[in-house]
């Protein structure tokens, strides 16, 4: 009968043990993080991690653990020794195999060093700015700009819910980067139309972490409802029809996917270009939303008159010429991050010192660009939209290397200078000749956390726009 109770004291006495002498215990943080990853697990399943990292950082200072086996940190050192040491920092954790698609890892799914590098070799070349400022590809993004435009001011007198025709936009553009010519027009198709809407309005929360922490028990509830939250199956017919057209545009991905086709096995090609698209939808889309709902408020209507004075005198300047354009995007990026949660990653084997304190191997770590982007060292007054921050001279170096909402190192956004080209040269065919203030409805901007990404809290955002004479 003794040995009834000896046998889970003893379990309960190690485990206390185990967790109480690791190194981690030395960390700052609540005492129930020494214990159970459950409260991080819960915020998780609740859309608040992000908010409880942030909450934590504020509390305990710039080193946090966040459960047993799991720390966050806020310093530029930290960041830069997880993210980038040794050419693409410490290895990804298991939770990047939540993105797989059609069955194949991809080049965001890949945990493995060696693989993410000869599959970042062959598509390399397709991101490449000089690729990207192509005739052909910035002319088809200012069509689509175009489009974008026409769209919102036929819509109600010009008073137009832009979360719609911005996510039309980014769908159509990344999908000409990939398939031109056989990209969606989704501004103007009312088929592809279905597919913006069917991979915009999903809910992709609590099903990826329920397979990523009770795998088991998420394949139960996929027997049981084979039309999960998450399936898109008319995106997924379009890319594995697009992947077979023949003789794409010499700048596509899909080109160069063809030509390296003995290299890839099975779907991953399709894979490779389904995972593209989605990210090229949350992230441009939604950026954009959030920085054109904030600079329609009224007290940054001089940051408009201000854009708006720098595009049309500088007419015959490119769109990656226009520093305070620039400097508009990048604090929209600072902000309002798209991707604005954790990056999780392993500590080496052999374990490391990352702001002073030791890290035993396979730790998880990270850094998250919410809490990033507010260091108030670095970004003075940070809750507060001020693109001018971005042309001063002093504290340049220290703002531009704490910028994570592409992240950093060799596995940072392979898309970063798409987005950029997509976002400045949208704002610039608007702002040009119009401003944008208020819609009728008021819109619920707040953040909205998906598994990986931010959307706005209503997925609506109404605004006005009106032609400046």
Not at 4 to 22: E, G, K, M, W
Not at 34 to 45: R, V
Not at 149 to 164: K, S
Request: aromatic share 12%; net charge neutral; hydrophobic share 35%.
């Amino acid at each position: 009968m003794l040995l009834v109770y000896l046998v889970p004291i003893s379990f309960i006495s190690y485990y206390l043990y185990t967790r109480l002498t690791s190194p981690l215990s030395k960390l700052p943080g609540p005492w129930h993080t020494n214990l159970s990853p459950l409260p991080l697990i819960i915020a998780e399943f609740f859309g608040r991690r992000r908010l409880y990292i942030d909450d934590l950082h504020s509390t305990y200072g710039p080193v946090i653990r966040i459960s047993p086996n799991e720390c966050s940190f806020s310093s530029y050192a930290a960041m830069k020794e997880i993210y980038t040491s040794g050419g693409s920092g410490f290895d990804r954790t298991e939770f990047y195999e939540l993105f797989m698609q059609f069955g194949c890892k991809t080049l965001f799914s890949m945990p493995p060093r060696g693989e993410h590098s000869q599959r970042k070799r062959v598509l390399a070349d397709r991101y490449a700015n000089s690729n990207v400022m192509r005739e052909e590809t910035i002319e088809g993004l200012r069509g689509r700009a175009k489009k974008f435009l026409g769209n919102c001011l036929r819509e109600d007198g010009g008073d137009a819910d832009v979360y719609v025709h911005l996510h039309c936009f980014a769908l159509d553009g990344a999908s000409q980067h990939l398939f031109a010519p056989y990209g969606t027009n989704s501004l103007s198709d009312p088929e592809d139309f279905k597919i913006m809407a069917e991979m915009s309005y999903a809910d992709s929360l609590r099903a990826p972490y329920l397979e990523y922490y009770a795998p088991k028990l998420a394949a139960f509830f996929d027997k049981l409802n084979s039309k999960r939250s998450r399936s898109v199956p008319l995106a997924n017919e379009f890319v594995l029809a697009a992947v077979e057209k023949p003789s794409p545009a010499s700048y596509s991905l899909l080109s160069k996917l063809h030509s390296k086709a003995t290299e890839l096995e099975g779907d991953s090609a399709a894979a490779e270009c389904m995972d593209h698209l989605a990210a090229g939808i949350d992230t441009t889309g939604d950026g954009l939303c959030f920085l054109m709902h904030e600079i329609s408020l009224p007290e940054n209507a001089h940051i408009q008159q201000r854009l708006r004075n720098e595009i049309n005198s500088s007419a015959d300047k490119n769109f990656d010429q226009l520093p305070y354009l620039d400097a508009v995007v990048k604090e929209g990026l600072r902000v309002f991050p798209p991707i604005p949660m954790s990056f999780p990653r392993y500590a080496p084997d052999e374990g490391t010192v990352l702001d002073g304190y030791f890290i035993p191997g396979h730790t998880i770590v990270s850094c998250q660009p919410f809490t990033l982007h507010k260091d108030p060292v670095v970004f003075p007054v940070p809750e507060r939209f001020d693109p001018q921050r971005w042309l001063e001279d002093k504290g340049e170096l220290e703002r531009n290397r704490m910028f994570f909402a592409f992240s950093q190192g060799a596995r940072g956004c392979i898309g970063k200078h798409l987005a950029l080209a997509e976002m400045k040269i949208l704002l610039r065919e608007v702002y040009g000749g119009y401003r944008t203030v208020l819609g009728k409805e008021k819109a619920d901007m707040r953040l909205d956390d998906q598994v990986i990404s931010s959307r706005p809290k209503g997925q609506k955002c109404r605004l006005k726009f009106e032609k400046v004479v």
